[in-house]
């Protein structure tokens, strides 16, 4: 008896020959006109986009993509009748989402046409029954990856003569490989997540309602699907660290490790044997344990004895408010968030063995500093979904998903003012450490106003590397900030940068130069001025005594968020859209 064997590609390489068909044909045989979709009011619509040459050129890339996805189609083995039936609808939709984005106004707001045509198909699709043979034509990965490329065409085919076939094979690069990923933006080894949070103890999707977010744990390109309940989150980011160590020790050059612990960010999950440790230690509550805070930050000397105090959020209700079960939570909360502190803390002290072992301490620059500070809301009544919605064991375990909440991050923003996604002190504020034992003299508390900016030029001027002008052929953008090196190491009392810093998230705004410090919050927009050399839990607002310092520091920050693109948040915030990294207010 004798069989016959299909003979199928794989989707990738099929998008891959694709792409190098499309490049092949534009260089070589013809290169198609680019339809214009550029607008800015019905005249230009109408005159321009749906003019009859610009229709021509449209019907044009119609059968010129209509050839290419039915090539692709039988080279994966799908069905051709089935692409050409479909495809038609879908080219329409997507001429449809790049009219849409080729409004002047549109741009403004940086929305690309992909965004309207995932919105296009995600209306059509859940509120229409499609025909069993268009969504089967769609069923496959194939029909995404085919309409990214083709998508891409109409800047493809504008730019390919001027970029060269080597610029379009790096663009297709992107599009279809994993080339924003850490080990091919210039790191050697990379374990981690790709996005900004993750359970502890498995890689679930995090449960925020109805739309889940997923989460990608990658070694070295390959991604990961360690056994639920087999690891815990933070020793793997130790250990992984501890192994690279090693590794490169082999290789005897200079390194850089960027060891970015996700903990103590939600959701509250922890070992028990570390939760162990602080089992009562929260029993005073919040108000009490601030007092203590206090003290301490004064004697250690960081909180200098003229220094302003916060005052008492109104919003957190005083320690003897709660009830006894109520206390029993947020104590259990606070002892969880404790413990995966206290973890991560095992797991520098594992590196910093692993460098004393190498002999590499005396002569290694290591730097700690916190992202921001710490979140604010409550998760009772608000409609963030960041806990009640995975509830499978208590506070702590694999099976909670829960959060410090406004009540203890009062107390770990301990003396300063509000809360992360806030451009006041306790929203932006995060300490810095730096320990290099044959550079900087240990004990030292100075005073000065250093930026995440400054990091990269303090690195560079260490190693003795120049930043490039231009690499491969690509102008660098200049570095805004500025080495810390003088500080650091030769006792200057602060960075000499010549220029305020600034900020902006979500619509929070602020200045800083010398002294003054400018803030906003979104959407008032109202300006306050502090003077934070003597007023650092900003109590007391002073822009209505200094006009002119508001309106000198106003004008320059809107001229630097002119040159660096900042977009008015209030274009592109969605209805009850919750702002990124905080939960409402009371």
């Known amino acids: 008896m004798s069989t016959s064997t299909k003979f199928t590609i794989h989707e990738d390489w099929t998008v891959v020959i694709l792409g190098f068909l499309i490049i092949g044909i534009s260089l070589f045989i013809f290169l198609p006109e680019v339809p214009v979709f550029k607008w800015t009011n019905g005249n230009d619509l109408i005159f321009n986009v749906f003019e009859i040459k610009n229709l021509q050129h449209i019907g044009f890339q119609f059968i010129y993509f209509l050839l290419i996805g039915s090539i692709g189609t039988i080279l994966v083995g799908k069905s051709v009748k089935n692409f050409i039936l479909g495809f038609p609808i879908i080219y329409l939709l997507t001429i449809i989402a790049l009219i849409l984005a080729g409004n002047t106004e549109v741009k403004a707001l940086n ?9 296009i198909g995600l209306l059509i699709g859940n509120f229409f029954k499609l025909p069993k043979w268009f969504r089967s034509a769609l069923s496959t990965e194939l029909f995404v990856k085919i309409g990214l490329v083709l998508l891409g065409t109409s800047v493809i085919f504008s730019d390919i003569l001027k970029a060269g076939s080597l610029g379009l094979i790096q663009a297709l690069v992107v599009v279809l490989s994993q080339a924003q990923w850490p080990n091919q933006r210039g790191f050697d080894k990379f374990y981690g997540i790709l996005k900004g949070a993750a359970n502890y103890f498995d890689t679930k999707p995090l449960p925020f309602g109805k739309t889940p977010y997923p989460v990608k744990m990658i070694r070295n390109n390959e991604e990961l699907h360690p056994k639920d309940d087999s690891y815990y989150f933070t020793d793997e980011i130790g250990n992984n660290a501890v192994t690279f160590l090693d590794e490169q020790n082999k290789e005897n050059k200079p390194f850089f490790l960027y060891l970015a612990f996700t903990a103590p960010h939600w959701p509250l999950q922890a070992k028990p044997v570390d939760i162990a440790k602080y089992r009562g230690k929260f029993d005073e509550g919040w108000d009490a344990l601030r007092e203590k805070r206090i003290k301490k930050l004064r004697e250690n000397g960081i909180l200098l004895p003229n220094q302003t105090i916060a005052p008492r959020d109104p919003e957190v209700p005083e320690w003897d408010k709660p009830t006894y079960d109520e ?7 606070m002892e969880v968030y404790a413990a995966m502190v206290d973890n991560m803390d095992q797991n520098v002290g594992k590196v910093l063995d692993k460098l004393k072992a190498l002999k590499k301490d005396k002569n290694t620059l290591i730097i ?34 829960d959060y410090q909440e406004q009540n203890w991050a009062y107390l770990s923003n301990t003396p300063l003012q509000d809360y992360k996604n806030n451009m006041h002190e306790g929203g932006f504020s995060s300490p810095f450490i730096a320990w290099y034992p044959s550079k900087i003299k240990a004990g030292r508390i100075d005073k000065g ?29 200049p570095l805004p900030g500025k080495s810390l090196l003088p500080v650091l190491f030769d006792n200057a009392s602060e960075v000499n940068r010549g220029a305020p810093l600034f900020w902006e998230r979500a619509g929070n705004r602020a200045v800083r130069e010398g002294k003054w410090k400018l803030v906003s919050i979104y959407p008032s927009y109202q300006w306050e001025l502090y003077d934070l050399e003597a007023d650092r839990g900003e109590t007391t607002n002073v822009a209505a005594q200094n006009p002119g310092i508001v309106n000198d520091l106003s004008a320059k920050y809107f001229d630097w968020a002119d040159k660096t693109g900042v977009v008015e948040y209030s274009k592109f915030k969605q209805k009850n859209e919750l702002i990124p990294g905080a939960a409402p207010k009371k």
């Open 111 to 119: 929305l690309e046409a992909v965004i309207f045509s995932l919105v």
């Open 327 to 333: 206390k029993q939570f947020w104590k259990a909360k």
């Open 368 to 401: 700690f500093i916190a992202d921001n500070g710490a979140q604010g809301g409550f998760n009772t009544y608000n409609p963030l979904r960041r806990g009640l919605v995975r509830n499978d064991g208590p506070v702590g375990s694999s099976g909670s998903f």
């Open 449 to 477: 106003t250093g930026h995440i900016i400054d990091l990269a030029p303090t690195f560079y001027e260490l190693a003795g590397i120049e930043y490039p002008k231009n690499l491969n052929g690509v102008n660098s953008n």
